[in-house]
């Protein structure tokens, strides 16, 4: 039997997926809830990683706008330093909402605690105003480049968990997160719910759609793919904001000589 690339691919990626999951419940030991949390947004990054394409990176910190406001701190922020770059103190990051793709929350075990903590995260992020962008096109009249601004999208808001409180045959998952989220059917803050278990849910144009889980992971596998083939539409949507004007004062005026 001949084994596809595609098989190879799925096993191999499963395998890291397993990792993670694995290593999640082995540090349920630890009384530290501070060690608990950063050990796994560290699982997270491992397990993102391998699928991120060249140019984008894992980090962890606060999204920050041009205008000097800051998002509440972030567990895993999935940014494109080819857009802007960002600022490291040891290893928390201030990253540019610009440059920004996804910001992720990370829970141990999703509580209802855990998803207003999501949501206010999320709207956070949505309270920075991005820079306008800029992408470029050629005049067909006299060949040069000729800038079209266009508004910068916000990163996806994201929320995992490796467990839940609630009951298996109780309330979803979902069904919570509409209870704590007014716009939850029309703009909602978080646009990814994934929890380790339960399923895997995500927001469009027509709505919410869920994937129940399975013993093989496929909730979380669907949360890298789909992360995975979202990205590369992010990054050109977010095209060339100027990164001149986070350093540039907004009062300096500027005379002719």
Same mark, same amino acid.
């Given at each position: 039997?001949? @084994?596809?690339?595609?098989?190879?691919? %799925?096993?191999?990626? *499963?395998?890291?997926?397993?990792?993670?999951?694995? =290593?999640?419940?082995?540090?349920?030991? *630890?009384?530290?809830?501070?060690? !608990?949390?950063?050990?796994?947004?560290?699982?997270? /990054?491992?397990? #993102?990683?391998?699928? *991120?394409?060249?140019?984008?990176?894992?980090?962890?910190?606060?999204?920050? =706008?041009?205008?000097? $406001?800051?998002?509440?701190?972030?567990? @895993?922020?999935? #940014?494109?330093?080819?857009?802007?770059?960002?600022?490291?103190?040891?290893?928390?990051?201030?990253?540019? @909402?610009?440059?920004?793709?996804?910001?992720?929350? &990370? !829970? =141990?075990?999703?509580?209802?605690?855990?998803? !207003? $903590?999501?949501?206010?995260?999320?709207? =956070?992020?949505?309270?920075?105003?991005?820079?306008?962008?800029?992408?470029?096109? /050629?005049?067909? +009249?006299?060949?040069?480049?000729?800038?079209?601004?266009?508004?910068?999208?916000?990163?996806?808001?994201?929320?995992?968990?490796?467990?839940?409180?609630?009951?298996?045959?109780?309330?979803?998952?979902?069904?919570?997160?509409?209870? #704590?989220?007014? %716009?939850?059917?029309?703009?909602?803050?978080?646009?990814?719910?994934?929890? &380790?278990?339960?399923? #895997?849910?995500?927001?469009?144009?027509?709505?919410?759609?869920?994937?129940?889980?399975?013993?093989?992971?496929?909730? @979380?596998?669907?949360?890298?793919?789909?992360?995975?083939?979202?990205?590369?539409?992010?990054?050109?949507?977010?095209?060339?904001? !100027?990164?001149? +004007?986070?350093?540039?004062?907004?009062?300096?005026?500027?005379?002719? &000589?």
């Amino acid at each position: 039997m001949t @084994v596809t690339s595609t098989n190879i691919f %799925k096993s191999a990626f *499963l395998g890291e997926v397993r990792k993670a999951v694995h =290593s999640s419940q082995n540090i349920d030991g *630890l009384d530290h809830q501070g060690m !608990k949390g950063r050990i796994r947004e560290i699982v997270m /990054t491992d397990m #993102y990683r391998p699928v *991120l394409p060249p140019g984008v990176t894992v980090g962890t910190g606060k999204l920050v =706008s041009a205008t000097g $406001e800051m998002s509440s701190q972030i567990d @895993v922020v999935l #940014y494109a330093p080819g857009i802007l770059p960002a600022y490291f103190y040891s290893e928390q990051g201030l990253f540019p @909402v610009e440059a920004a793709l996804y910001n992720i929350e &990370v !829970k =141990s075990i999703l509580t209802a605690r855990g998803v !207003k $903590e999501a949501i206010a995260s999320a709207r =956070s992020v949505r309270a920075l105003q991005p820079l306008p962008s800029f992408h470029w096109t /050629t005049d067909v +009249q006299n060949g040069r480049l000729v800038p079209l601004m266009t508004n910068t999208p916000w990163p996806v808001s994201a929320m995992f968990a490796f467990g839940s409180d609630l009951a298996p045959n109780g309330q979803s998952e979902i069904e919570r997160y509409r209870t #704590y989220d007014e %716009k939850a059917n029309e703009d909602p803050a978080v646009q990814v719910i994934c929890v &380790v278990g339960r399923g #895997y849910w995500y927001f469009d144009r027509q709505g919410w759609r869920f994937l129940e889980a399975s013993e093989d992971l496929r909730e @979380v596998m669907m949360l890298l793919g789909g992360t995975a083939n979202t990205i590369p539409e992010l990054v050109a949507a977010k095209g060339s904001p !100027k990164f001149g +004007q986070y350093l540039q004062s907004e009062d300096a005026q500027f005379e002719a &000589v």
